[in-house]
């Protein structure tokens, strides 16, 4: 299998793996990226290209098509936040950068969410209920559908639906109680 292959080291296999996964992540990239402030100075290739070395040949054995794609989110998620904290590590604050969640319909304020709000709920999230933040990270980051992700997770559709509507009410509270403090 392609997926195997290229976890173990092999770098044709994982070329071709990437050849053949390109136009998905690029699409996921271009969502991601259509939610950050006009202006942004990272673009969707680049983002799936940073991704791309972070999912270096032989630095992770890839178990399957979830696996594969949530290390991609999570690559991708890892990239926005890094690139957030460095264009605010001097800003304290100010111009903060916004990531809309509207795309995958989580409940938002309309103005959108900062890119390290989420990271730092969602990470509280994945403390308490590891499943329901890798369903956030593979709908907001890998762009999936709610049955993709309930595939992709191994569980029903209704109740990766349940897990949905949790985690988008726990992430909207969480997102709101840090703005007010």
Known sequence: MLLQAAGTGDTAAYARLYDAVYADLHRVAAANMRGEAPGHTLQPTALVNEAYLRLAPGAQGFENRR????????????????????????????????????????????????????????????????????????????????????????????????????????LAERVESRRQR
């Open 67 to 170: 696996h594969f794609f949530g290390a991609a989110a999570e690559a991708m998620r890892r990239i926005l936040v890094d690139h957030a904290r460095r264009r605010h590590a001097g800003k304290r604050g100010a111009g903060l950068e916004r990531v809309t969640l509207s795309g995958v319909d989580v409940a938002a304020p309309e103005e959108g969410v900062d890119v390290l709000e989420i990271d730092a709920a969602l990470a509280e999230l994945a403390r308490d209920r590891p499943r329901l933040a890798e369903l956030v990270t593979l709908r907001y980051f890998a762009g999936m559908s709610l049955e993709e992700a309930a595939q992709a997770q191994g569980v029903s559709p209704a109740t990766a639906k349940r897990d949905w509507a949790f985690a988008r009410a726990w």
